[in-house]
């Protein structure tokens, strides 16, 4: 797969290998034509954005084994789909998002404005 990039123009950094994420479930918020939900937004998942997302129909709590998904909990991070992240930015309970890990295709649907309003910082980025 070629380089991608993220909102910055910068070489997309991996969001999480455990539990491992992304479309391809390579850490990483890469993407392609195959990936039509665009699981581009790297986001650290709150309790009150899983229930959210549960209550939409999409269930990220329970596991799947067979397709390698544990479940998440609060303090996870994944590479969630633009539109539900959009969707639970309008809703007012988007989780935190890291910038440095969110692919740049995500721009077509997420304004760059909100992904920043919504900015992860860790403890050691202060």
Known sequence: MEQQYNIFGEPLIACSNQP??????????????????????????TAEFLDFSYQMGNNLITPIPEWDFPGLKAGDKWCLC????????????????????????????????????HAYYSKQEM
């Open 82 to 117: 633009a539109s539900r992240f959009l969707e639970a930015h309008e809703n007012g309970c988007a989780p935190k998002v890291v910038l440095e890990a969110t692919n740049e295709k995500t721009l077509s649907i997420v304004p760059m404005e909100v992904l920043i309003k």
């Open 20 to 45: 491992l994420t992304g479309f391809f479930r390579d850490g990483c918020c890469n993407t392609d034509g195959t990936d039509f939900g665009v699981h581009t937004v790297c986001v650290v998942a």
